[in-house]
């Protein structure tokens, strides 16, 4: 339901065989995606190796400085560089990512823009994050921090829970008590954005059909 890129991992930094996404020798990709309908997803360390940091801290470090963050740099490639205005079917998702960065990030890219206005093309219609908010998303295991920015930053409709199982920084066996402790402050309505339909939207899932199936299953149990 989604394309992901790299088509497969690719460890260490980009270099000429591997550019990043924003040159036009990527624009028939991008209309291939298109009409097809589906996302591209940017999976966590695109573009980093995340075992680069070794000895001490080197699971902290890699964690913190090699996975998570990575994908600033493709979802800055497609937002500033007028991706979505040539294609403005286009969608796409940062896996596994985190949101807690994404309030500073996406404030980065239109301080960026403003301020180095004259080093900064193409001239876009809108701010750069506007473009996220229309066309990302992003998802998230355990992140307080961003959910807590979420209403405030007006991102209640591009972040996705997701549990991560079987991965040790996943929610999964306490994915229920990890959801209470983080949304409290969220309403209904948002929760139900988060922890599902912005998902569903993002990969055109019918949710409907999921929990009809879900109701028939249960009849089993």
Request: aromatic residues 12%.
């Amino acid at each position: 339901r989604g394309v992901n890129l790299p088509c497969k991992p690719i460890w260490g930094a980009h270099d000429a065989r591997h550019p990043n996404y924003n040159p036009p020798q990527y624009e028939p990709m991008w209309a291939v995606i298109q009409d097809c309908d589906l996302p591209a997803t940017f999976h966590i360390s695109t573009g980093m190796d995340p075992r680069a940091a070794r000895k001490d801290g080197g699971a902290v470090i890699n964690y913190v400085t090699h996975a998570c963050p990575t994908v600033i740099e493709p979802m800055s490639c497609l937002c500033a560089s007028g991706v979505f205005e040539r294609f403005p079917r286009l969608r796409f998702a940062l896996i596994e990512c985190g949101i807690g960065w994404m309030p500073w990030a996406l404030d980065a890219m239109d301080e960026a823009y403003r301020k180095h206005h004259l080093w900064a093309y193409p001239k876009l219609k809108q701010l750069p994050s506007d473009y996220f908010r229309e066309h990302g998303a992003a998802s998230f295991q355990e992140d307080a921090a961003g959910l807590r920015l979420a209403e405030s930053f007006n991102l209640v409709n591009n972040f996705l829970w997701a549990n991560d199982y079987p991965h040790a920084e996943g929610s999964w066996p306490h994915s229920a008590e990890a959801i209470e402790r983080q949304m409290q402050h969220l309403s209904d309505d948002n929760r139900a954005k988060i922890l599902g339909l912005n998902t569903a939207k993002m990969f055109k899932f019918d949710a409907d059909k999921l929990m009809q199936r879900r109701q028939a299953a249960s009849h089993f149990n």
